[in-house]
């Protein structure tokens, strides 16, 4: 089955820059989306079609994509930003939706 | 005000069978795609199936395929998770979401219905 890898833990200084990547061999053909969630919340959609950012998401927030990798930046972060991420796509036919396994952002 | 409000927390015993609920408010219920997510205690999100309910076309992943039922009623704006028998294993947060026709973006969420089965 069809998986996405992203490395379990990030940690950043307040003010510097995070960079949270997922690889996976059909991202060149589908989209990428990122969700961040906070303990005891449901997640949030803070990044969808590789780079493109809901209304209500801070511009601190984007995307990006090269190859078989998505990234998604977090600059000038923040306290409030420390959440687990999650990248989400689909398997090269579109058919299967697949979640990465997640990223645990902690603000030292 | 878009949302999608899901029924209450549940505890039940292996065997037992289950339907949650997920209503959505505030748009068009029957030109979005609703979906179900999985959360195990201390672990990351599965994505479990979708339904549109404008025509009930139904999609599983191959993880759950037999093991859950997804349906919705239109007439009331309500989609819904079942399971004919629960295990010990189902043990979770069950989030319903909701996905736009033209994209696989999860933009809204349900609060999550935790579901809890113990002997």
């Known amino acids: 089955s069809y998986e996405l890898t992203q490395p379990p833990s990030v940690s950043v200084s307040p003010g510097q820059t995070a960079r949270i990547t997922c690889s996976g061999d059909?991202?060149?053909?589908?989209?990428a989306y990122w969700y961040q969630q906070k303990p005891g919340q449901a997640p949030v959609l803070v990044i969808y079609k590789d780079s493109e950012r809901p209304s209500g998401i801070p511009e601190r927030f984007s995307g990006s994509s090269s190859g078989t990798t998505v990234t998604l930046t977090i600059s000038g972060v923040q306290a409030e930003d420390e959440a687990d991420y999650y990248c989400q796509s689909a398997d090269s036919s579109g058919t299967s939706v697949v979640f990465g396994g997640g990223t645990k952002l902690t603000v030292l | 005000e878009v949302q999608l409000v899901q029924s209450g927390a549940e505890v039940k015993k292996p065997g037992e069978s289950l339907k949650i609920s997920c209503k959505g408010s505030?748009?068009?219920?029957?030109?979005?795609?609703i979906g179900w997510v999985r959360q195990m205690p201390g672990k990351g999100l599965e994505w479990m199936g979708i339904i549109y309910p404008g025509d009930s076309d139904t999609r599983y992943s191959p993880s759950f395929q037999g093991q859950v039922t997804i349906s919705a009623d239109k007439s009331i704006s309500t989609a819904y998770l079942q399971w004919s028998s629960l295990k010990a294993s189902d043990t979770a947060m069950y989030y319903c979401?909701?996905?736009?026709?033209?994209?696989?973006?999860?933009?809204?969420w349900g609060q999550g219905t935790m579901v809890t089965v113990s002997s």
């Open positions: 505030g748009y068009s219920f029957t030109s979005y795609w």
């Open positions: 979401v909701r996905r736009t026709v033209t994209t696989l973006a999860f933009d809204i």
């Open positions: 059909a991202l060149p053909k589908q989209y």
